[in-house]
């Protein structure tokens, strides 16, 4: 279990401390039902999506009529197989495909799948794996062991008999990537130990190919992986796309059935739309624009601003050191997680924007990801210039709150 800054040990399968004021995901909830007051007030003109990631439904008008969990696959899952299997570089004759309700039901169903209670689960990413494929290993009763990096991973692969199944992520929650000699090298190890490997391929399914050269998901020679439709070029809906070895996606896709984890059929054709319109360029667009943003916040927060080769990242233990000195408090008051949702409560309250902070519940950082930005947004918002002033007057109004810890609570979770 990690330890933050402040001393505050890790809640347990989250990388952050809970702290008295968000104590549980009913906390969570809660404070998400404050944001979405706060987007009615301000209305859909008024709000600024920056969460990096697209929640939409692209789905004609005329493709209505035949919105129903009979009709539209009957329609379109053809097509959506060919589009998901070019997509994820899978081959009709040796790969299948199969949509679920959520990138986190896919990795649940492979792991209900491909894993008994006592089995070795491995996770690798650079840095660490995403809570979701913590709790499930835990919810088969297998023995996880998260890895950062491949010496790591060779260490833990190597001191183990038999290993079931290898969590590969190559785009990990702090969005650094695995380079692809390293992926090759895990994806062997793996194998000579007789593992299968599945790939959480969230968003590193595009930005992996279209950002920095490297192949498609199942061209990486894994048996398995998937992806979240909402994420870095696509348009929604928030699905999780799988792919992979006939055998085995048979077999995960039934165990979605029984639990309900499938996506609803009667949305196949949206699947369709957002993977047709794909375009590479888009990744990239969307990177640049968040990197206009990093160029106006360095001269603000200095080295406290971390940027990874995709992503903009103000570390929770920052905000909170920030707001800290910015406020004249010497004691923390609440814990960085609660600093960071402050954070982004006000930069909605006060500037209309969204963050990534609200999508998660709970989210699976407490760092400020800035990330993936739509330059049309942007444009619209004002520019990366009035970007970085709302984060900057942000933090320090968060400063100021501070020094009354009901302030914060009244600010995350409404007057008792």
């Avoid at 650079?126 to 499930?136: D, E, I, L, Q």
């Avoid at 796309?241 to 949305?267: C, H, N, P």
């Amino acid at each position: 279990m990690g330890i933050d800054r402040f001393g505050n040990p890790h809640a347990s399968n989250l990388s952050y401390a809970r702290g008295e004021i968000l104590r549980s995901t009913e906390d969570d909830f809660q404070k998400l039902q404050g944001a979405w007051s706060l987007i009615r007030e301000r209305g859909p003109g008024g709000t600024y999506v920056f969460t990096g990631l697209e929640h939409s439904l692209p789905l004609a008008a005329e493709e209505l009529e035949f919105a129903d969990d009979e009709i539209a696959p009957a329609l379109s899952f053809e097509r959506l197989k060919e589009l998901a299997l070019d997509h994820l570089g899978g081959s009709p004759e040796t790969d299948d495909v199969a949509v679920f309700n959520r990138l986190t039901a896919a990795t649940m169903a492979t792991h209900l799948t491909l894993v008994k209670s006592g089995d070795v689960v491995i996770g690798v990413s650079a840095t660490h794996s995403h809570p979701s494929v913590v709790r499930a290993a835990g919810h088969v009763g297998a023995r996880f062991i998260d890895t950062a990096g491949l010496c790591a991973f060779r260490d833990a692969i190597g001191t183990e008999r038999s290993v079931a199944l290898v969590v590969l992520t190559r785009l990990a929650v702090t969005y650094d990537l695995l380079p692809l000699e390293a992926i090759e090298t895990i994806v062997r190890l793996a194998h000579d130990k007789g593992a299968l490997v599945y790939v959480d391929d969230a968003g590193g399914a595009r930005v992996g190919p279209a950002a920095f050269g490297q192949p498609r998901t199942l061209e990486l020679g894994v048996d398995i992986g998937a992806t979240g439709l909402d994420k870095y070029g696509t348009k929604g809906p928030r699905f999780g796309l799988l792919a992979g070895r006939k055998d085995l996606v048979g077999r995960i896709r039934v165990k979605g059935f029984e639990f309900g984890m499938e996506a609803r059929q009667m949305l196949y054709p949206a699947v369709v739309r957002t993977l047709e319109q794909y375009d590479p360029a888009r990744v990239r667009a969307l990177i640049a624009t968040t990197k206009q943003i990093a160029g106006e916040l360095r001269p603000l927060l200095g080295n406290r601003l971390r940027e990874t080769p995709t992503t903009v990242q103000i570390g929770a233990d920052d905000i909170l050191e920030i707001a800290m000195e910015r406020g004249g408090v010497n004691e923390a008051t609440v814990v960085p997680y609660e600093a960071s949702a402050a954070l982004s409560m006000l930069l909605l309250r006060d500037h209309g924007m969204l963050m990534v902070h609200f999508v998660g519940v709970p989210p699976g950082t407490a760092d400020l990801l800035i990330k993936f930005v739509p330059p049309e947004t942007l444009e619209r918002f004002g520019g990366a210039g009035r970007y970085a002033e709302a984060v900057n007057d942000s933090l320090t109004r968060l400063g100021e709150l501070l020094r009354d810890r009901e302030s914060i609570r009244e600010l995350l979770l409404g007057k008792p």
